[in-house]
């Protein structure tokens, strides 16, 4: 079982700084924010940055993601050349219509 995002979607293009901020009060450590911003489209592989901005501390990591974004298809002929045979293609449920989980067995079990 893996989950992958739908690229018809194109989620990628709403992670900029402004659309993608999120802040939530934590207690006893304060407000803590993220925010995405796009660095790099090659093919499926999509190259993000988070920042996360801990405003009590005033530190501010990153991280530099790059998922790649598989078609249905692509993702069924991977599984069939590693020998496994897919059993089923769901939303993920946190996420409907964003993502999609596969389900899949090995071809020989």
Do not use: C, I, K
């Not at 402004?18 to 924010?33: A, F, I, L």
């Not at 995405?36 to 592989?45: A, D, K, S």
């Not at 293609?89 to 989980?101: F, I, L, S």
Request: charged share 30%.
């Amino acid at each position: 079982m893996f989950e992958t995002r739908d690229p018809a979607r194109r989620a990628w293009e709403g992670w900029t700084r402004e659309e993608s901020y999120r802040g939530t009060d934590v207690p006893g450590v304060g407000t803590v924010g993220h925010r995405h911003q796009v660095t790099r489209v090659n093919g499926p592989l999509v190259t993000f940055r988070t920042t996360w901005v801990f405003a009590a501390e005033a530190t501010v990591p990153t991280s530099d993601p790059a998922p790649r974004f598989r078609r249905r298809e692509e993702a069924g002929a991977d599984l069939a050349g590693h020998g496994f045979a897919l059993e089923e293609v769901r939303d993920a449920p946190d996420r409907p219509g964003r993502e999609r989980v596969f389900v899949a067995r090995r071809a020989d079990a």
